[in-house]
């Protein structure tokens, strides 16, 4: 059963992101980014992640592409006849770097795959939830990075507002 | 129970997709959406190995890929605009200043 739901989702998921390759429609593209963004919400949920598929979901369909639709519809862009001219190196590189990642990790199969971690370090997951897991982590060890990432969203903020507006330091040269 | 080489190799199928939009589209909105599906796929391999290895901190790091994201998304779409307007095109071989 759970390999079934494995095989599902990432069916889709490969399908939907060489789709998003693919398609010459940008919005068609981002349509079956949305729909990969769904699967790999689906694959958390097998992964007992439920917290990190939710946030998939909300930030990731929710606002993100909807953000890439609403630039796709205000430049109301004619769709490209054809690929980039190195088309055929990217390809290349494509296909070479794959048969390697194949290779070596048929080579990984060989050997049974056993846990590395021992047992005994395993979390009470079952007395505690996810959220509440993910929650403690964050506020003791991952502090520091939970408060850079905010001030990574600060500098994002001001610096698309700085970017986007048209004339921001022409004011005071213009009055 | 599925062996962690399977969700290995469809995160790095899914990589090696956007690697690949990243360099055959014109585009730069699929661009934009290529690093998106790499991301994603370094995403998959964070929970992926959360899960096997019973800890949470990849959740945690899948959390701060996702501020990253989002932040990228932000600045990259103002940058888009910005380009639109100077030369109304998103084509990438259109900008080509910086070029040596």
Do not use: C
Request: glycine share 6%.
């Amino acid at each position: 059963m759970a390999q079934l739901f494995f095989f599902y989702f990432a069916g889709i998921i490969v399908l939907t992101s060489i789709l998003v390759v693919a398609l010459r429609n940008p919005v068609y593209s981002a349509l079956s980014l949305l729909i990969m963004f769904f699967h790999v919400a689906g694959l958390y949920v097998t992964l007992h992640a439920e917290f990190v598929a939710a946030v998939q979901i909300i930030v990731y369909a929710g606002a993100i592409l909807v953000l890439y639709l609403f630039v796709v519809m205000l430049l109301n862009l004619k769709h490209e006849d054809r690929y980039h001219a190195q088309f055929p190196v990217g390809a290349l590189l494509g296909v070479t770097i794959l048969t390697e990642v194949v290779l070596l990790l048929l080579q990984q199969h060989g050997d049974p795959g056993t846990p590395v971690a021992p047992p005994d370090t395993v979390p009470p997951a079952a007395a505690i939830g996810n959220t509440e897991a993910i929650g403690e982590a964050l506020y003791s060890t991952y502090v520091f990075p939970f408060e850079v990432a905010s001030l990574i969203l600060l500098v994002a903020m001001i610096g698309a507002i700085v970017l986007a507006k048209r004339d921001l330091f022409d004011v005071n040269r213009k009055a | 129970m599925i062996p962690i080489s399977y969700y290995v190799t469809l995160s790095a199928i899914v990589f090696i997709t956007g690697v690949v939009g990243v360099l055959i589209r014109r585009n730069i909105i699929i661009i934009l959406l290529s690093i998106e599906l790499m991301l994603n796929a370094t995403n998959i391999n964070f929970v992926a190995f959360s899960n096997h290895f019973h800890n949470v901190a990849g959740q945690v790091f899948v959390f701060f890929a996702l501020t990253v994201a989002a932040a990228e998304v932000a600045v990259g779409l103002a940058i888009i605009i910005a380009l639109y307007r100077s030369k109304s095109s998103i084509n990438v071989d259109e900008f080509q200043l910086m070029k040596w």
